[in-house]
């Protein structure tokens, strides 16, 4: 039953992938928030903590994923704003 905790992981990894491809094809991200995305990493970064204290494998793993996508996607909007 434990398996059915690590689909968030995909579900995380598959919901970021359409906002990667955009800022990838049109390496602009005028109209998006890193404050948004900046807050959402070190969210994420806490609930990876937790997981890891509690030793809750199937949580850390989901926000591990969840984290590199938002992590990625910040990178592209700090890289791809106009200056």
Partial sequence: ME???YLPAILFLVS???QM???LKTK???DISVLMYAIT???ILIVVIDAYLNRNTSIMVS???S???TGTNTFLVIKYKKK
Avoid: H, R
Wanted: glycine share 4%.
């Fill in 63 to 65: 926000n591990l994923a």
């Fill in 28 to 30: 602009s991200s005028e």
């Fill in 41 to 43: 990493c070190v969210a």
């Fill in 3 to 5: 398996i059915f905790f």
């Fill in 21 to 23: 491809i955009k800022l």
């Fill in 67 to 69: 984290l590199a996508i």
């Fill in 16 to 18: 970021g992938f359409p």
